[in-house]
């Protein structure tokens, strides 16, 4: 099992950026895919952005596309997700999460570590 711990939540305004980061420990991170995952309130948790265990091959969902840009550094045992543009519906808890694969994934089943969230807030 790998230990997963987000940072870089905050409240921003609409248009905003945000640099979040998750910092894994534990079990080897560098041979398996990463992913960044948001839950709304009343909503159900879905993929924003997954990587490949290199750093490549990077999945993005249409609402994020453009806007988002996923990142890892195997040397630190950290991802990032770099938040431009930010909008009011970017609001909510944002997870990461480690794959049972090496290669990018965007289905939630194949993500069996994951951190403690941290909230993203985007105000108009």
């Known amino acids: 099992q790998v230990q997963l711990v987000e940072s870089g939540g905050g409240l921003v305004q609409a248009g905003g950026s945000l640099r979040l980061s998750c910092a894994a420990s534990g079990r080897a991170f560098d041979n398996r895919a990463m992913g960044w995952f948001r839950q709304a309130p009343g909503k159900e948790r879905e993929i924003v952005a997954s990587?490949?265990?290199?750093?490549?091959?990077?999945y993005y969902a249409a609402s994020v596309k453009g806007r988002f840009t996923i990142s890892r550094d195997n040397a630190k045992n950290t991802v990032y997700l770099q938040m431009n543009s930010l909008k009011p519906e970017d609001t909510a808890v944002y997870y990461c999460?480690?794959?049972?694969?090496?290669?990018?994934?965007?289905?939630?089943?194949?993500?069996?570590?994951w951190g403690q969230g941290t909230q993203v807030t985007v105000s108009s």
């Open positions: 999460a480690a794959a049972d694969i090496m290669g990018t994934v965007s289905t939630i089943a194949h993500y069996d570590d």
């Open positions: 990587i490949n265990w290199r750093g490549g091959s990077p």
